[in-house]
């Protein structure tokens, strides 16, 4: 077998399904732990980090809690329950202790191609939205991670900290801000393929440009992994111990495939974000944070609104959204029958239960696939409220399908 090719008897101890950032990084802590065992990857694209870990189909906040309003819930008795909060963080404190240990080690060669400083912040406005941001302000910062957040809200020091918010505000509606200095920008695209560099410099199989079309678990406990050349048609099998499902939006039909009994009862139900985003130097400049507003009534957690630094290729660029956008399909290049055929005897009822008891949200679906693009940069406006939005400074290119 020369380094990147699987055995013509198909047997690999280890395949991983899919090339983003989850396959990547267990392939790459499996070549740390287990270097002995081989492992094949197989990828429907023909390249790596094009579906949701692509940096244009997400946000690239290092989820640590810091900004995200949803993780901080007010609890009846109006107290701020920071519980999810310092566990997301300390979650993200265990990931940066992986990435210091593999640049520290020779597996991510170059830190800033995926991660850069860059400041979490939290954005209300009205009195009573005010009041919340400083007691949560006051409860969090009684714990460690997030010691160093500060709470601000003078006009003058918003302007300071965020140029481009400022301009055209009219500040006699009050503003606050939970302001984070250390939060982080990452590029999974980078990150992903630098891991699955590591991985197939030490003898990684990347089979690029193949399906997974079926999974079966053998009375040996083995799996046999049926797979498709998507150029030339041709399938084979491939037999091994441990199968990793880092499918993103094409894990669920696979699972099922498999026939797992975890996997009864899940439906899917294919909800994209869409973004604006801006290159334009000068607005880029003027807006160095990540901002996180409160989220719409009835909105699912990812849908807050946000206006994000996002640095990629090392140059600056903005991003607004996510608008919720929607269709059939589970992967971006995906298939409209993703939906349908992922519809079993098994999980009819738990989707049509979510269908009936999440009203709320299926309005605030419906109304954001009637926005226009005019409409969207009105939204964007409660964010920058520039009097003139320069003609051709958004686009809306990036979207993502979770
Ligand atoms: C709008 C939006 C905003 C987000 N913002 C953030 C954020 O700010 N911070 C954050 O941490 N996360 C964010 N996320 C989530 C994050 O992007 C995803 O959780 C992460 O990228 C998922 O990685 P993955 O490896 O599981 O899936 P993916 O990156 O989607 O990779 C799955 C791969 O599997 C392949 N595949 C699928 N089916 C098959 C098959 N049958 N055979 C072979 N290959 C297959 C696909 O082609 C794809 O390449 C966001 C996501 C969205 C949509």
């Not at 593999?102 to 009205?126: C, K, M, Q, T, Y």
């Not at 880092?246 to 139900?269: C, D, N, R, T, V």
Request: glycine letters at 10%; proline letters at 6%; charged letters at 20%.
């Amino acid at each position: 077998m020369s380094d990147n090719t699987v055995p013509d008897n198909g047997k690999t101890d280890v395949v991983l399904v899919g090339a983003g950032i989850m396959s990547a990084t267990l392939g790459a802590l499996l070549r740390l732990l287990q270097p002995d065992w081989s492992i094949t990857l197989v990828e429907r694209l023909d390249a790596a980090a094009a579906e949701s870990s692509d940096p244009w189909n997400n946000a690239g906040t290092g989820h640590s809690a810091l900004c995200e309003l949803n993780y901080t819930p007010q609890k009846p008795d109006g107290t701020i329950d920071i519980a999810k909060a310092v566990n997301v963080n300390e979650q993200f404190q265990v990931t940066r202790q992986f990435w210091t240990y593999a640049h520290e080690n020779g597996i991510l060669p170059d830190v800033r191609s995926f991660l850069n400083p860059i400041p979490h912040v939290s954005f209300v406005h009205g009195a009573e939205h005010i009041d919340y941001l400083r007691r949560r302000r006051d409860t969090l910062v009684r714990n460690p991670l997030f010691a160093t957040m500060e709470f601000i809200d003078g006009a003058d020091e918003f302007a300071r900290r965020l140029p481009l918010m400022a301009k055209g505000r009219d500040f006699s509606e009050p503003v606050a801000l939970n302001w984070t200095q250390d939060g982080t920008d990452v590029d999974f695209g980078s990150l992903t393929r630098q891991l699955l560099g590591y991985g197939t410099e030490r003898g990684m199989t990347t089979l690029f440009g193949h399906d997974v079309r079926g999974l079966h678990k053998e009375s040996d406990g083995s799996w046999t992994v049926k797979i498709a050349n998507r150029r030339t048609g041709q399938k084979r099998k491939l037999s091994a111990k441990f199968v990793f499902v880092g499918a993103g939006g094409g894990a669920l039909p696979l699972l099922q495939k498999a026939g797992i009994a975890e996997a009864k009862g899940y439906g899917g139900f294919p909800v994209s974000g869409q973004w604006l985003r801006t290159g334009n130097a000068e607005l880029a400049a003027a807006h160095q944070a990540k901002v996180y507003g409160m989220p719409p009534l009835g909105a699912p957690p990812m849908s807050v609104p946000h206006l994000d630094t996002r640095v990629i290729n090392g140059r600056s660029w903005l991003l607004f959204g996510p608008f919720a956008g929607w269709s059939p399909k589970f992967l971006k290049e995906g298939k409209v029958t993703d939906l349908p055929l992922s519809v079993k005897p098994n999980n009819l009822a738990s989707m049509i239960g979510v269908g009936l008891t999440e009203m709320s949200l299926l309005k605030y679906l419906i109304g954001q696939l009637a926005l226009s693009e005019a409409d969207r940069v009105d939204t964007l406006r409660e964010f920058a409220p520039v009097q003139r939005i320069p003609t051709g400074s958004w686009t809306s290119p990036a979207s993502g399908c979770r």
